[in-house]
């Protein structure tokens, strides 16, 4: 090899490995779910499996799902299987089949469907924010300045992190 490498590239092997495992011969749908099903139901499932019958057709595509949202997503079970037949480009999925769970999951507590929010940044001190003005006031391109001052910030605001827990810690 030479060079740099994407990280995709480097995973894509084990990735696929992984999904063929659990039937899902195109990780597209395992990744783009909320692309290929719309953000209104991808937020109430999670793909689970995709289990094969024994001549190889018709395939069964699994869907986890809370109790509440089961009955609504029962009624759009056909509109979710053209859906997924059309990523996979034929009719590969002849059933989908809803598993219900409780909204805290099976043992562990994890049936989130849709991710946290982030936490808001916090704002710098004005005095790290004074400090990296002057850090980057050197630069004549805005665009230059304004990631200098970012990085300034983000570095001072660590480093005065740091210095507070020291003080914590003894």
């Known amino acids: ?25 195109v990780s597209r749908l395992l990744t783009h779910w909320a ?12 793909p689970v499996k995709i289990g094969y019958a024994k001549g190889g057709f018709g395939a069964t595509l699994t869907l986890l799902t809370t109790g ?11 509109k979710i299987r053209e859906k997924v037949n059309a990523c996979y480009g034929y009719n590969a999925i002849s ?4 598993t219900q769970t409780a909204p805290m999951g099976f043992a ?29 006031k050197g630069a004549t391109d805005p665009g230059l300045r304004a990631a200098l001052e970012q990085l300034a910030e983000n570095v001072l605001s660590k480093q005065a992190g740091r210095a507070a827990n020291r003080k914590a810690d003894t």
Request: zero cysteines; charged letters at 20%; hydrophobic letters at 45%.
């Open 1 to 25: 090899m030479r060079g740099f490498e994407p990280a995709s590239g480097l995973l894509r092997e084990s990735v696929r490995a992984v999904g063929e495992a659990r039937g899902f011969a």
């Open 35 to 46: 692309e290929v099903v719309g953000a209104e139901i991808a937020a109430q499932t999670r």
């Open 68 to 78: 509440a949202s089961a009955p609504m997503l029962q009624m759009q079970l056909p």
């Open 95 to 98: 059933r989908v089949v809803l």
């Open 108 to 136: 562990e507590g994890q049936a989130q469907f849709a991710p946290a929010p982030k936490p808001a940044p916090k704002e710098p001190a004005p005095e790290i924010r004074a400090a990296a003005h002057e850090t980057a």
